[in-house]
């Protein structure tokens, strides 16, 4: 097992709180990603996420969380 740094700590953190806000969007039919999830998600690598509905997002989220 890969021993996990605490930048990869931090960003896994960040992803968590920002596919938590996903799901929560997600419930309440929302589509409207703020401009702070988009650049969290652009700062995190994630190309193409501006003009995306939560449902396309939050499997790429997955994605990556779960290949960490």
Same mark, same amino acid.
């Given at each position: 097992?890969v021993s996990k740094t605490?930048?990869? %700590?931090? =960003?896994? /953190? ?5 596919? #938590? ?10 589509? *409207? ?6 650049? %969290?998600? =652009?700062? /995190? ?5 501006? #003009? ?10 997955? *994605? ?5």
């Amino acid at each position: 097992m890969v021993s996990k740094t605490p930048r990869l %700590l931090r =960003q896994l /953190s960040e992803l968590d709180r920002v596919l #938590d806000y996903l799901e929560r969007m997600n419930l309440h039919d929302r589509t *409207d990603v703020s401009m702070t999830v988009t650049d %969290l998600l =652009q700062a /995190s690598g994630f190309a193409e996420t501006q #003009d995306r509905e939560p449902t396309v997002l939050i499997p790429r989220v997955l *994605d990556v969380c779960g290949a960490s």
